[in-house]
């Protein structure tokens, strides 16, 4: 099976504009869940979603958004973008939720 | 959000050397994980321990896990240069929420 696939894998942003990630979970994981890690913050969650429904969300500002499509894909967006975005976004999709984690090589976001 | 914290938060060790890290928790958890990440990488799954287990070995690995004390360790036996990276523990929770520890740094020295 192909392993959770995260695009782009780099990108660089200004302060003030407006990004769109992407991650496609391994074939059958029905969840997906979003990360970001920054050196001074460590691994915060974002969000998980499950059969298209937000389930548990992290302490982030409205600017942190996201969405799973049918085919359990998901996208997350952040508006507005500060230079304290910048970070490395991962995405993991699971079978079920007491199952393991499988991680995509996460997306480099760089504000300036 | 995290719950874990790890200890140490960086361990430098040489070649062939095992290396020991903790991880606490705080809530009541169905079962709690080890993932290793290499320097600005996804992480990489390594061992999952179930609540009602105590201990798992995969091949290096072993993992203890002792739920009346909220901790588990991780030892790496005969440890490899290519074992260098930061290692997490992740622990799901009763309500099926996943946590990240602090992580810990391995240096290992060819």
């Known amino acids: 099976k192909a392993g959770v696939t995260q695009t782009p894998r780099y990108l660089i942003k200004t302060r003030g504009q407006q990004v769109t990630l992407s991650c496609s979970p391994i074939s059958g994981h029905r969840s997906v869940s979003w990360y970001q890690q920054t050196p001074g913050q460590g691994l915060q969650f974002l969000f998980e979603y499950f059969s298209e429904t937000q389930r548990n969300k992290g302490n982030f500002p409205g600017r942190f958004s996201g969405r799973q499509f049918s085919n359990s894909r998901s996208e997350m967006n952040v508006s507005t973008l500060e230079l304290g975005d910048s970070a490395l976004y991962l995405c993991?999709?699971?079978?079920?939720?007491?199952?393991?984690?499988?991680f995509g090589p996460g997306t480099r976001l760089l504000v300036l | 959000s995290q719950q874990g914290e790890e200890d140490p938060q960086a361990l430098s060790i040489q070649e062939g050397e095992n290396a020991t890290m903790n991880c606490s928790y705080k809530t009541s958890i169905n079962n709690l994980q080890w993932y290793r990440q290499n320097s600005g990488r996804g992480l990489v799954h390594l061992i999952l321990i179930r609540s009602n287990e105590r201990e798992k070995h995969s091949g290096r690995l072993r993992v203890t896990l002792d739920t009346s004390k909220k901790s588990s360790s991780l030892l790496i036996t005969a440890s490899r240069a290519a074992d260098t990276a930061s290692y997490f523990c992740a622990t799901t929770d009763t309500g099926n929420q996943f946590y990240f520890g602090t992580g810990t740094s391995l240096t290992v020295i060819p």
């Open positions: 993991a999709s699971r079978l079920g939720f007491q199952e393991t984690q499988y």
